[in-house]
């Protein structure tokens, strides 16, 4: 019987990958860097521009709630917003061709980066699942 229960568990843990693949997308506020953990290991660091004054990012943990490979802003002038998951109402996570402005705060609130970054870290969380990713904003 024990045998059986043995196999059971194992058979149990090798349908359930999904809920094994962690991934977090932490940024922070005062470096103005997005960093890539999977299953508890930093995998990268890329540099963002996050809400300039006048405008915030919103701090906590998200997860994703919708995402687009093209996006165009419906509050700013159709602005481009490649790779975009947006993780609370009508802000995201997403590329932007103001590269210059990577490393500082610039934004209206989103977090920017770099194009190729943003296509990188869509691909990840398509790969993972959006309710396998968080999204913790902090300082």
Not at 25 to 30: D, G, I, R, T
Not at 95 to 115: D, F, K
Request: charged share 15%; aromatic share 10%.
């Amino acid at each position: 019987m024990s045998r059986i229960v043995a196999a059971l568990a194992v058979l149990f843990l090798s349908l359930a990958p999904a809920a094994a693949k962690t991934l977090v997308a932490e940024v922070s506020l005062s470096q103005q860097v997005l960093t890539i953990i999977y299953k508890g290991e930093a995998l990268a660091s890329w540099s963002v521009s996050t809400g300039r004054a006048g405008y915030r990012t919103p701090r906590g943990t998200f997860r994703p709630q919708r995402m687009y490979r093209d996006y165009f802003s419906q509050q700013y002038d159709g602005a481009p917003m490649p790779n975009a998951v947006f993780y609370d109402a009508g802000y995201a996570i997403h590329g932007s061709y103001e590269t210059g402005s990577l490393g500082r705060p610039a934004s209206h609130g989103c977090v920017r980066l770099h194009p190729a970054d943003a296509e990188k870290f869509f691909d990840l969380v398509l790969t993972v699942g959006p309710e396998n990713t968080a999204i913790t904003i902090r300082d």
